[in-house]
């Protein structure tokens, strides 16, 4: 089944603890992307990746990380939790040609106390 | 001015009821438009893609008009299974990959 991995589905953790949140596809996608999701701000873009080894800021990139060593993956990586990146992430992927839209993981639940 | 603006509702209406979202985007110049669905606390799903000439999936019709730079969205006999967010979505004019999602409309059907 064509789909996006993201694991874990829900996460509370402490401020300045790591974490690294995981991003998989098993549909050969070029394009990957993260997004968080707070309620009356819509889905608002952190990072991208455009293919293995290229990656971007979106609008909101601040306190985050990624990395791109292989297509398949797209870890999203928050070195320093604070309780203003409690949110629900999304992940997504596409074909470089986004005339396809996109497929989205079932996101994360992040809560950082 | 936001790239993509959709009216956040709520819509609420019965079910049987036809209702209409529509949308407006900033740049004359996108190509690619969706209709995506979000459940709450949901993934958004890719409800249908947007053609020039409009078109019809079932109880769902979607048409765009370049001119005034909108897309609509008419669901027709509305379930209460069709309570959910619907996301505008167009293509960012500068890349061929990027999207930018409006902020949604939410829809309630009631008994």
């Known amino acids: 089944e064509a789909q996006v991995t993201q694991n874990p589905r829900y996460l509370i953790t402490v401020t300045g603890k790591k974490l690294t949140v995981t991003c998989s596809q098993n549909m050969n996608h070029e394009y990957m992307s993260w997004y968080r999701q707070d309620p009356g701000l819509g889905l608002r873009q952190i990072y991208y990746?455009?293919?293995?080894?290229?990656?971007d800021k979106g609008d909101v990139p601040e306190g985050y990380k990624v990395s791109r060593k292989e297509k398949r993956n797209f870890p999203l990586i928050l070195e320093s939790p604070s309780p203003n990146q409690t949110s629900l992430y999304f992940c997504a992927s596409s074909y470089s040609d986004s005339s396809y839209g996109y497929t989205f993981g079932s996101g994360t639940r992040l809560t950082v106390v | 001015r936001k790239e993509v603006e959709q009216d956040p509702g709520p819509f609420n209406v019965p079910e049987g009821a036809t209702v209409a979202f529509n949308c407006t985007y900033s740049n004359s110049a996108s190509q690619s438009f969706f209709w995506y669905r979000q459940d709450c606390r949901k993934e958004p799903k890719l409800l249908m893609s947007?053609?020039?000439s409009g078109n019809e999936d079932g109880r769902f019709t979607a048409q765009l008009n370049r001119a005034s730079q909108y897309i609509s969205l008419l669901i027709r006999d509305s379930k209460l299974s069709d309570s959910a967010t619907y996301l505008c979505?167009?293509?960012?004019?500068?890349?061929?990959?990027?999207?930018?999602f409006g902020s949604g409309t939410r829809l309630l059907v009631r008994p």
């Open positions: 990746s455009m293919n293995v080894e290229v990656t």
């Open positions: 947007v053609y020039s």
């Open positions: 979505v167009v293509n960012e004019v500068d890349s061929s990959y990027k999207l930018i």
